[in-house]
C-alpha cells in the first residue's frame, strides 16, 4: 500500500485552477472519491498481508470476554473479603494489642525487679568485702552500684528505694575512698620544712610486698584514684626534690629503710657540679627503687608509673639545667668530654634499671646530637660574658704599647716579578703609608690588650672548629667590637666627662682596637686557609666605627676643657674692659687658672696620648686660649694707659707660661698659630706709635703679617689719643 500524505491529497483537491470559486458541494465528491481509493488501497494490503487479521481479532474478542468475567470475579471476592475477613482481622487486631500492653507490663516490672536486685547484690558484695577486710572488693562492689545507679532503666528512678540506694552508695563510696587515701598517706608520706637557709623534704615510704599494700593498690587503681594520687606524688618529687638537687647545693641521706632526707641548702649563685647531682639523683632514685617497686594487677608498678608521669620532663630540666652546663667553652676541653658522657650514658642505664625510664630507651644524651650548636652557643656566651667584664673593669690601669719611631724599610732582595707586576707593587707601596703597619709609642688600658688577647683566642678556638663553630665565633668575635661601642662608654660615663686621664686612655683604646682590626680580618682567613667558606670575613668595616667612637669622646672633652678656659675669661674684669679704666686682680687670676688648666692637661696626657697627637691637642687649646685674650683687647674702643699697663703684664705671664705647656718649647712656635699675634699684641700695648710704625713697615713687617688691617687701626684707636702723628699713622694702615 503507498504511503497517503493527507495533506498532499487536500492540498490537490483545493488548489485547483478555479480555487477562488469554489464551494463545498463541488470538493464533497472529490474527497469521497479520495476516501474510496484508499479503502481500496487498505483491503487490498490486508488481503496481501502474512498476518491472519480476521483471527487475531477473533482471539482478542475471547480474550477481552475472558477479562471481563474475571473482573468481576474479583469484584465478588473484594465484597465477601470486606463483609466477613476484616472483621475477624480487627477482632485479632484489638486482642494484640492488648496482649502487647499486658507484655510491657510484665517486662516493665521484671526490670524494676532485677535493678533492685542487681543493688542488694553489688550490697551483699561490699558487706562480704568488708568483712573480709578487702579493700579491693568493697571499693568493686560500691563502685559497681555507683555506676548501675546511674543508668537505671525506666521507673526505677521513681522509687523511693533508687534514692536511698543512690545516697548511700554515693556515700559508702566516699567513707572508702577517704579511708583509701588515709592509707595511701599512711603508705606515702612528704613533709617538706622551709626554712631561710634551708629547705628539709623528709619522704617517708612504707609500700612493702604484702596483701594489704596489694589491696589498698588494687582498690585505688580499681576506682580510677590510683593514678591520680601517683601523679600528685611524681609532681611533688618532679618540682619539690628533683628540680632543687639540680638546681642547688643538696644532701641526700637515707634515714632508715623506709625514710629519707634532702636538704636543700640556699645559697645565692651556686649551682652544683654535674657529678655531685648525678650522685644525688642515684641516692634519691635507688631508695626510690627499693619502695616504688611494688607491682599490683600483675605487671604495673608504682615506680612504673611516676617515670611515665615525669621521665620526659625529667630529662628535659636535667639536660636543661645541669648537663648542658658541663658543655664545655674551649675546644680542647671538648675533645676530652667522652667522660662526661660516658657517666651520663651509665647514670641512664640506672635508671631504666630502676625502672623511671621506660623501655623504648628514653634517652638523656640526645643534646649530644647538636653538640656543636650548643658548644658554639656556651663557648659564644662564655667568651661575650668575659668581654664584657673587662669591659667593666678600670680603664685607669694603663699599660705602654707601640713604637717610637717607624722603622726604615729593611732592603730585602727583591724577587723578579713580570713588568705589570712590578709597576703595581710600587704603586702599593708609595700609596699606603708605612705607619698603617705600626702604633705609635703611648698608654692604653690594660682590659684593651687583654680584651684583644681574649678576641685572638677566640679566633685559634675557631680556627680548630667545624664550620658551624667557626662562624659562630666569627661572628661573636664581630660582635665582642660592637658590644665595646655600646658597654664601655656607657659604664665609664661620669669618668669620661670628668677625668681627662680616662678620656686619653679611652680615644688610645679605640684607636688601638682600629689599628688590629685593619689586618685582624686577613690574619682569620690566613689561618682558614683551605676551608670553604659561605660567609665573607672582615673587621675593616668596624675600624672607622671604633675610631669615630674614640674621636666623639675626645671632642667632647676637648669642648669642656674650652668652655672651662672661656668661662675663666669671661667671669672676670676682661670681658669688660670697655666699661673699666683699671683691671682688678681677678683678671690675672683667671689668666693663671686657665693656665693651671693646661698644664694640668699636660701632667696628664704627656706619655699617654701619641707625641704628634699630645701637641695638637694642646696646640689647640692654647691657640684658643691666645685667641680669646687677643680677641678681648681687638674689640675694644678705648684703653687706658694703666690698663694697657696691666694688659701687659698679664700677657707676658701667658708668653712666659705657655712654651712650658708642651714637650718641646719649639712646638708653640711650629703648632699654635696665634703665638707670634699675641707677641705682636704684647708689643703694641706697651709700644710707641713709632714703634709701631717700625713694626708696621708699610704692609710688610711682623704687623702686617699676623694682624688685618681693622684690628690693627682699631687697636692704635683705643690705645692713642688723637694726635697728627697718630692720623699719620692710620692714614699709612691701609
Same mark, same amino acid.
Given at each position: 500500500? !503507498? ?13 485547483? /485552477? ?26 487490498? @494490503? ?56 499486658? %507484655? ?29 577486710? +578487702? ?9 559497681? %552500684? ?24 554515693? %556515700? ?63 609532681? &611533688? ?26 636538704? *636543700? ?19 634519691? &632514685? ?17 615506680? /612504673? ?14 639536660? #636543661? ?35 623511671? &625510664? ?17 658548644? !658554639?652557643? #656556651? ?16 680603664? +685607669? ?16 732582595? #727583591? ?46 678556638? !675557631? ?17 665582642? @667590637? ?30 688601638? %682596637? !682600629? ?23 672582615? @673587621? *675593616? ?38 666699661? /673699666? ?43 684658643? &686660649? ?9 674689640? *675694644? ?19 712666659? #707660661? ?48 699676623? @694682624? ?27
Amino acid at each position: 500500500m !503507498a504511503d497517503c500524505n493527507v495533506d498532499v491529497i487536500l492540498k490537490n483537491i483545493f488548489d485547483s /485552477k478555479d480555487s477562488n470559486n469554489w464551494t463545498p458541494s463541488d470538493k464533497i465528491p472529490l474527497v469521497i472519491k479520495e476516501i474510496e481509493e484508499i479503502k481500496n488501497d487498505i483491503n487490498s @494490503f490486508l488481503s496481501n498481508s502474512d498476518y491472519d487479521i480476521a483471527t487475531i481479532l477473533k482471539e482478542g474478542s475471547e480474550i477481552y470476554a475472558d477479562s471481563k468475567a474475571l473482573v468481576e470475579e474479583m469484584e465478588l471476592c473484594r465484597q465477601e473479603i470486606e463483609q466477613e475477613t476484616m472483621a475477624e482481622i480487627l477482632k485479632s487486631i484489638e486482642k494484640h494489642d492488648q496482649l502487647v500492653k499486658e %507484655l510491657q507490663s510484665v517486662n516493665f516490672a521484671i526490670d524494676i525487679v532485677y535493678d533492685v536486685t542487681q543493688c542488694g547484690k553489688y550490697v551483699k558484695e561490699f558487706d562480704e568485702g568488708r568483712e573480709a577486710q +578487702s579493700f579491693t572488693r568493697a571499693i568493686e562492689a560500691v563502685y559497681d %552500684l555507683v555506676q548501675y545507679v546511674e543508668m537505671p532503666v525506666e521507673g526505677f528512678k521513681y522509687l523511693e528505694l533508687y534514692t536511698n540506694t543512690k545516697n548511700t552508695a554515693q %556515700l559508702i563510696l566516699n567513707n572508702l575512698l577517704h579511708d583509701l587515701y588515709a592509707e595511701w598517706d599512711r603508705l606515702v608520706n612528704y613533709i617538706v620544712r622551709t626554712g631561710p637557709r634551708k629547705t628539709i623534704i623528709t619522704i617517708t615510704l612504707n609500700l612493702e610486698d604484702t596483701i594489704i599494700v596489694n589491696d589498698v593498690l588494687n582498690a585505688l587503681d580499681r576506682s580510677k584514684k590510683l593514678t591520680e594520687k601517683v601523679s600528685e606524688f611524681a609532681q &611533688f618529687l618532679l618540682k619539690d626534690v628533683i628540680t632543687p638537687i639540680i638546681n642547688n647545693d643538696c644532701t641526700v641521706y637515707a634515714e632508715t629503710e623506709v625514710l629519707m632526707t634532702v636538704t *636543700v641548702n640556699h645559697k645565692q649563685n651556686f649551682k652544683p657540679p654535674y657529678d655531685a647531682v648525678i650522685a644525688n639523683l642515684r641516692l634519691l &632514685f635507688h631508695y626510690l627503687s627499693n619502695k616504688l617497686n611494688v607491682e599490683f594487677n600483675g605487671v604495673n608498678t608504682i615506680m /612504673k608509673m611516676v617515670g611515665q608521669e615525669i621521665c620526659h620532663a625529667f630529662r628535659d630540666v636535667l639536660v #636543661k639545667d645541669c648537663l648542658i652546663d658541663t658543655i664545655p667553652n674551649n675546644i680542647n676541653e671538648l675533645q676530652s668530654y667522652g667522660r662526661i658522657t660516658s657517666e651520663i650514658q651509665d647514670f641512664q642505664l640506672f635508671l631504666t634499671l630502676v625502672k623511671f &625510664f621506660p623501655d623504648e630507651k628514653l634517652s638523656i644524651l640526645n643534646y649530644i646530637n647538636d653538640i656543636d650548636v650548643l658548644f !658554639a652557643s #656556651k663557648s659564644c656566651q662564655y667568651f661575650l660574658e668575659t668581654a664584657r667584664a673587662i669591659m667593666f673593669k678600670d680603664l +685607669s690601669i694603663s699599660m705602654s704599647i707601640g713604637v717610637e719611631n717607624i722603622p726604615e724599610a729593611n732592603v730585602e732582595p #727583591k724577587a723578579t716579578f713580570d713588568a705589570h707586576v712590578e709597576g703595581a707593587l710600587k704603586i702599593l707601596d708609595e700609596t699606603i703609608p708605612r705607619s698603617l703597619f705600626y702604633f705609635p709609642r703611648c698608654m692604653i688600658s690594660k682590659t684593651t690588650q687583654e680584651l684583644l688577647d681574649l678576641v685572638y683566642m677566640m679566633m685559634e678556638q !675557631a680556627v680548630q672548629c667545624s664550620d658551624v663553630v667557626s662562624k659562630k665565633l666569627y661572628n661573636t668575635t664581630r660582635l665582642v @667590637f660592637e658590644l665595646y661601642d655600646a658597654v664601655v662608654p656607657y659604664h665609664h660615663e661620669n669618668y669620661l666627662q670628668t677625668i681627662p686621664q680616662y678620656v686619653a686612655l679611652f680615644h688610645n683604646n679605640c684607636m688601638y %682596637l !682600629a689599628h688590629n682590626l685593619q689586618t685582624f680580618g686577613d690574619k682569620w682567613l690566613i689561618l682558614m686557609e683551605g676551608r670553604e667558606l659561605d660567609y665573607p670575613i672582615s @673587621f *675593616v668595616d668596624l675600624v672607622q666605627k671604633l675610631r669615630d667612637l674614640g674621636y666623639k669622646h675626645l671632642t667632647l672633652h676637648m669642648q669642656q676643657q674650652r668652655k672651662q678656659i672661656l668661662d675663666n675669661i669671661r667671669s672676670s674684669d676682661l670681658n669688660c674692659i670697655v666699661v /673699666k679704666d683699671v683691671l682688678s686682680d681677678n683678671a690675672e687670676a683667671a689668666v693663671r687658672q686657665c693656665l693651671r688648666q693646661l698644664q694640668l692637661l699636660k701632667n696628664v696626657w704627656i706619655g699617654v696620648f701619641p707625641g704628634n697627637v699630645f701637641t695638637r691637642l694642646m696646640a689647640t687649646l692654647v691657640n684658643m &686660649f691666645f685667641d680669646e685674650l687677643i680677641h678681648r683687647v681687638c674689640t *675694644v674702643e678705648d684703653i687706658s694707659m694703666e690698663m694697657a699697663t696691666q694688659l701687659t703684664e698679664i700677657y707676658t705671664l701667658v708668653v712666659q #707660661k705657655a712654651p712650658q705647656l708642651f714637650q718641646d718649647s719649639s712646638d708653640i712656635d711650629n703648632h699654635v698659630k696665634s703665638w707670634m699675634k699675641l707677641q705682636e699684641l704684647i708689643f703694641v700695648l706697651g709700644g710707641s706709635l713709632k714703634d709701631i710704625e717700625k713694626h708696621w713697615m708699610d704692609g710688610v713687617g711682623p704687623l702686617a703679617v699676623h @694682624f688685618r688691617t681693622e684690628e690693627l687701626r682699631s687697636l692704635i684707636k683705643a690705645l692713642f689719643q688723637n694726635t697728627q702723628f697718630r692720623a699719620n699713622l692710620l692714614s699709612k694702615i691701609k
